[in-house]
Structure formats: structure tokens, C-alpha cells
């Protein structure tokens, strides 16, 4: 896919493949609405873990963490997906029956 737009296309089409898909749709991701919560927003330097619970493996390096983290930062979690505001960013693949993207932002 060559931009966001594109992305964002295919993933209002994919939307059980993408958890990214509905936080940039500004809905939220997997089960529990972000409308339903207070969004928290970090000003300084945080780790990300994006980990995919999956039926079945994928290639390490085939996952979608550029697009998580675009969106992130659109819908206002964070300013900024520079080093000033992300000081690392982990994905993990866990084999679940049930596939559901988590993501864990710590300051």
C-alpha cells in the first residue's frame, strides 16, 4: 500500500484483520469503543506493545505497527510518532483462538 489513504481503505474493508482499522475510523479498536472511555494522551516518552493474538503465526516482519502507530497519533494519543514521544515500539505474536490485536502504551 502506498499511503494512508490507501491503508485506510483496505482496512475499512478489513476491519476484522485490522484493530488500527477503527482508531483511525476515531471509533476505537477491538471490543471496548474508546467513545466509551476517557482517550488518555502521554506527553513524554513512551513504550509501545503491539501484540497480535492470532490463529496463526505470521512473518515477524510483516507486521502493521507503522499503521497502529499513525493512528495512534491521529486520533490524539500522542502528538508524535518521532523518537521524542516513542522510545520503543515491541510487537509479539501470541496463537489465540480468538484473534484480537492489544495495545499497551506505557510511560
Known amino acids: 500500500m502506498s499511503n494512508r489513504d490507501d491503508w485506510a481503505k483496505w482496512a475499512e474493508s478489513n476491519p476484522h484483520r485490522v ?12 471490543n471496548e469503543p474508546m467513545a466509551t472511555k476517557e482517550t488518555p494522551r502521554f506527553n513524554g516518552p513512551v513504550d509501545i506493545i503491539i501484540e497480535s493474538h492470532v490463529k496463526r503465526l505470521r512473518d515477524p516482519d510483516g507486521n502493521f505497527c507503522k499503521y497502529i502507530i499513525d493512528a495512534i497519533v491521529d486520533i490524539g494519543i500522542l502528538q508524535d510518532d518521532s ?3 516513542i522510545k520503543e515500539i515491541r510487537h509479539r505474536q501470541v496463537r489465540s483462538k480468538e484473534e484480537k490485536t ?6
Not at 484493530?19 to 477491538?30: E, I, L, P, S, V
Not at 492489544?102 to 510511560?107: E, L
Open 19 to 30: 484493530a488500527g482499522a477503527a482508531a483511525k475510523d476515531k471509533r476505537g479498536a477491538g
Open 83 to 85: 523518537t521524542k514521544f
Open 102 to 107: 492489544v495495545i499497551i502504551i506505557r510511560q
